[in-house]
Antibody, heavy 117, light 107 residues
């Protein structure tokens, strides 16, 4: 079964940092580009970052540029999102999703990041 | 950035109804359009890619049409498991952008 599992979310104070992880199984992870997408409570979906299969192309949304770093370890079948200088508006469920078929598929179950003092 | 405008934002329907959701892009995205279904507490599920390509395992009552800037998702005969929120997403260029969502609930 193709599966993505996120972890690393939690409660953090404004200005703090978190590192999210996404572990893949059931497919050749090293052959696929990956993404992070977030969803604020009760809101819609916002794409925030992309990393190509070989890491030669990395992209960020303007809303997080300069504060987050995406990376991956193909040997470990894992992707990461290092988040720094967190703000209240970063509070969201963070999903990892594989680039496939001109869409994103599959998605993980998400990990909740809450930024609050 | 390409803006995606989805309508309606919510629709109340009954089992057996035909439901149509529209999505408009702020510029031509040819057929680079995907549709997702999301249920509470779950990650989105890809239903349709490239405007009209049904993903494996997705029931044939779901269909997608359109090109350029105007797109439609149709559920031909609504089933109980279809009550959910639906999102469109353009895959033409980064940043990837989503419509605001359409909540389909029970009338």
């Amino acid at each position: 079964e193709v599966q993505l599992v996120e972890s690393g979310g939690g409660l953090v104070k404004p200005g703090g940092s978190l590192r999210l992880s996404c572990v893949a199984s059931g497919f050749e992870f090293s052959a696929y580009a990956m993404n992070w997408v977030r969803q604020a409570p009760g809101k819609g979906l916002e794409w925030i970052s992309y990393i190509s299969a070989s890491t030669d192309r990395i992209l960020y949304a303007d809303s997080v540029k300069g504060r987050v770093t995406i990376s991956r370890d193909n040997a470990q079948k894992a992707m990461f999102l290092q988040m720094n200088s967190l703000r209240a508006e970063d509070t969201a469920v963070y999903y990892c999703a594989r680039s496939a078929n001109s869409g994103l598929d599959p998605w993980g179950q998400g990990t909740l990041v809450t930024v609050s003092s | 950035d390409i803006q995606m405008t989805q309508s309606p934002s919510s629709v109340s329907a009954s089992v057996g109804d035909r439901v149509t959701i529209t999505c408009r892009a702020s510029q031509d995205i040819t057929t680079w359009l995907a549709w997702y279904q999301q249920k509470p507490g779950k990650g989105p599920k890809l239903l349709i890619s490239a405007t009209s390509t049904l993903q494996s395992g997705v029931p044939s009552r779901f269909s997608g049409t359109g090109s350029g800037t105007d797109f439609t998702l149709t559920i031909s005969t609504l089933q109980p498991e279809d009550f959910a929120t639906y999102y469109c997403q353009q895959a033409s260029s980064f940043p990837l952008t989503f419509g605001g969502g359409t909540r389909v609930d029970l009338k």
